[in-house]
């Protein structure tokens, strides 16, 4: 049973679950493209996820990782709503966002695509995951819907936004103009992606550049010019390639927070960012 409802004015409606930790394993491991995996969820814990409801595109778990060497990993202490107070002389969790790609409630499993980049805890799982292997799944906290009648919309994406612009994406209505924009290494990493709605779609490739540096995404956002209406634009990438672009759709053009929503899924350099503080403010 949802927890809670929490109507924003003019903006998304956000549905609250019960925070709960799941142990799960590793179904199956499909590699998508050269720098990104897919990785099945399931087991018998997952029943009861996200109240069995299908959620939202924005929807994401903490993914709980063993230590290197160690077969299970630390859970955190939660509470029904938030994360509780953690043994501060044990172990810590170690925890990461990733997208809820995909939930099939009868199958009990959700699909997770992982981005393969240079070092870190998540991306060498990743890199190593074979059927069997445990993890643990944190949440989702809950799911932001907006159920508005949007003229447009306007996505945009790095590698690790593309899970959630491609569910976007899938659950747009028929005929509805959207303007999207996906920066990604090069053309391997392009995806397939499927929607109803009239998608005008724009690859962007960072090539040899690390991934956020050197953006020609806010290049192609700054060239498009939107239609009338108040249309939703959505973004989610590297927070200090994003910062800029978020800048420009709030002050320069004067969109509504309610109806921009900027997310910082990494920085370079940092690890394990907190994204909800991560492309700040206007
Ligand atoms: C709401 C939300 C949803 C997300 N969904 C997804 C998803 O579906 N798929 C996905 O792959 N990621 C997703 N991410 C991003 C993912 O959580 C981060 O990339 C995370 O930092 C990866 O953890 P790590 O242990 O591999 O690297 P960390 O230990 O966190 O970082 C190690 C180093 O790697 C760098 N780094 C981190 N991520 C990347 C990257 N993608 N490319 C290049 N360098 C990087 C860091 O800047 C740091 O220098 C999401 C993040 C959020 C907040």
């Given at each position: 049973m949802a927890v809670d409802v929490r109507p924003v004015v003019s903006g998304p409606t956000t549905v609250l679950y019960p925070l709960r930790n799941r142990l799960v394993e590793v179904r199956r491991v499909t590699r998508l493209?050269?720098?990104m995996v897919r990785v099945t969820l399931?087991?018998?814990e997952m029943a009861g996820?996200?109240?069995?409801?299908a959620g939202s595109p924005d929807d994401h778990v903490k993914l709980c990782f063993p230590a290197p060497g160690a077969d299970l990993p630390v859970l955190p202490v939660v509470r029904p709503d938030d994360l509780g107070e953690q043994d501060p002389n044990g172990p810590l969790p170690i925890l990461r966002d990733y997208t809820v790609r995909a939930?099939?409630?009868e199958r009990l499993e959700i699909d997770v695509d992982m981005v393969l980049h240079g070092h870190g805890i998540a991306t060498t799982w990743a890199r190593e995951a074979r059927p069997g292997k445990v993890i643990g799944v944190l949440g989702p906290r809950g799911s932001v819907h907006y159920t508005g009648d949007y003229p447009w919309y306007l996505l945009g994406a790095d590698e690790t936004g593309l899970p959630a612009l491609a569910r976007r994406l899938a659950e747009l209505p028929a005929g509805v103009?959207?303007?999207v924009f996906v920066q990604v290494a090069g053309p391997a990493e392009e995806q397939e992606l499927t929607s109803a709605a009239d998608v005008s779609l724009t690859w962007l490739h960072h090539g040899p550049a690390p991934a956020g540096a050197g953006s020609p995404l806010e290049?192609?956002?700054r060239a498009l010019t939107l239609p009338p209406g108040e249309g939703l634009v959505w973004f989610a990438g590297e927070a200090t390639m994003l910062r800029p672009i978020r800048r420009y759709l709030r002050r320069e053009l004067g969109l509504p927070k309610e109806r921009v929503d900027v997310d910082g899924y990494w920085r370079r350099g940092v690890i394990e960012l907190d994204h909800q503080e991560a492309v700040g403010e206007d």
């Open positions: 493209t050269p720098r399931g087991g018998e996820f996200q109240d069995g409801q939930w099939r409630p103009p959207t303007f290049a192609a956002v």
